[in-house]
C-alpha cells in the first residue's frame, strides 16, 4: 500500500451508501403473480434509490431541498464509503462526478487499493471505497446506473441521483456537475476490467490462504430454462414458465427445510445428487444438494452459457463462506479477492476455490441471521440454510426464484469444534416453508 493511501487510512469519515430497487406496486403480490403466471417481465424495477431517494430530477424526490439524499463534506477530508448494492435484480454503476474513488475492500476483506472514476456492484456485493474532497466547492451528482448485458432489454433504464456537496459559502449552482463519463449500460468490457483488477490486499497482516489441494472440483453451467406447468396452467408461451439451473437442476424449494430435514435426518425432503458437472441439457426441478465432507478444498468452475439467447452477468452468492476468485485463465493463486459474491459474466467463466470448514459453528450470528431474514424478507427456507447447509445462488432475486440455486451440506469434523451446535430449544418461528413451492403460503405471514 502507498505511503499516500496509509496517511489517508488514518483518518476518514465514514459514509454508508445503499444503492436499492423501487417498485409503485406491492413487491410480494407482484412477485406471486409473475411465479404463477410463469412470465417474468413484472421483475423491472420502476426506479432505484440511494439511501431511500430516487432523488432528483425524479418527481416523487424533485428538489434537493425536501428529498434528494445529500453527502455533505469537507473541502480536503477524506471519507469511506460502505456501499451496498441491496437492489433487487440489477448491477449497478457508481459514480461521483468529477471525483475518483479508490476501492480499499468489499465484502469485509482488504483490496489492493484500485483508484477508478467508476465502480461496479452486483446485488448483494458491498464495496468500501475511499474518497477525497479534493474538488473546487460545489456540488456534484452521485449516481447509481444499469449494468445490463442481457439479450432481451429488460432492465431498469432509471438512474438514482444524490449530491456530494462540499460545505462552505460559494455560490451554488442551479445544477450539480453530472459524470457524462458514465459507462454504457451494456459495457461488458469496462464491467469486467473492473471486476477484473480487484485483488486481494496480501499484504503481512492480511495474508492470503488460498487452498491448494482442491479434492472436490465442480463444473457448473449456469442457464435459464423453462418448465411444463401441469395442466397448462401458466401463462407462459405454450403452458411453460420461465426457470433457472444450476448444472440442470432447476431447484425447488422444499415443504421441510433442508436443514431440519438433514438434523433430524428425515428422508424424502431433498436429494444428495447435485451433479459436478453436467452438460446442458433439460433441466429438472427438485431440492438437490451436494454433500461435503468437513474441511474438503472445493473448487467450481462456472459458465454462463446462452440457453433461450438469455446470457447475462450473474452474481453467484455462496453463504457462511468467503472464497477465492481464481481467474479461470490466469489461475491467480497469489492474491485473488476473497469474497462471498462475484459476478459471472456472460457467456465467460468463473473460478471459486474455499475450504468447508463451517459445519455451522457459528451459532449466534446465525440466530441473528433467521431473525433478520425473518423480518426483512421471504427468503425461501433460509433457515434451513443456516446451521451446516449453506445456500448457494444466483443474487438476482428474479433466477434465484425461478431456481438457479444449490445447496452445500457440510458435515461435522469430529469435535466439538468442528461440529454444528445442536438444535437449540427455541428456534425463532419463521414461517417461509413454500416460498417458490406454493403460492397460497405466501400470504400466511401472521407467524413472521
Ligand atoms: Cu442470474
Known sequence: MTSKLMALLKKFTVLTVVAASWYKHDVMEMMIKTLSSGVGLANVSDAFTINGQPGDPHPCSKGKITATILLM???????????????????????????????????????????????????????????????????????????????????????AIAIWEYKGNYTHSSTPSFPYDIPAYNDTAIASLFTSQIRSLASPEHLVDVPLDVTTQMYLVITMNILHCPNDSCTGSDGYRMAAALNNKTFKNPQVDILQAYNRNLSGIYDSDFPDYKNVTISNPGARVKVLNYNEIVEIVFQGTNVMNSAETHPIHLHGYKFYVTDPKNYNLCDPPELNTIPNPKDRWTTIRFKASNPGMYFLHIIIFIVFICSLIKHANMDGFALGVWFMHCHLDKHMSWGMDTAFIVKSGGTTETSMKSLPTYMPPCNLASFLGSMDSMLLREDI
Request: glycine share 6%; charged share 15%.
Open 73 to 159: 463534506v469537507d473541502y480536503g477530508k477524506t471519507y469511506l464509503l460502505h456501499i451496498v448494492n441491496a437492489a433487487l435484480n440489477q448491477d449497478l454503476f457508481f459514480m461521483i462526478s468529477e471525483h475518483h474513488v479508490t476501492v480499499v475492500g468489499g465484502d469485509a476483506s482488504y483490496f489492493k487499493p484500485l483508484t477508478t472514476p467508476y465502480i461496479l456492484l452486483s446485488p448483494g456485493q458491498t464495496m468500501d471505497v475511499l474518497v477525497i474532497a479534493d474538488q473546487l466547492l460545489g456540488e456534484y451528482y452521485i449516481v447509481d446506473t444499469s449494468y445490463f448485458d442481457g439479450e432481451v432489454d429488460v432492465y431498469d433504464h432509471s438512474t
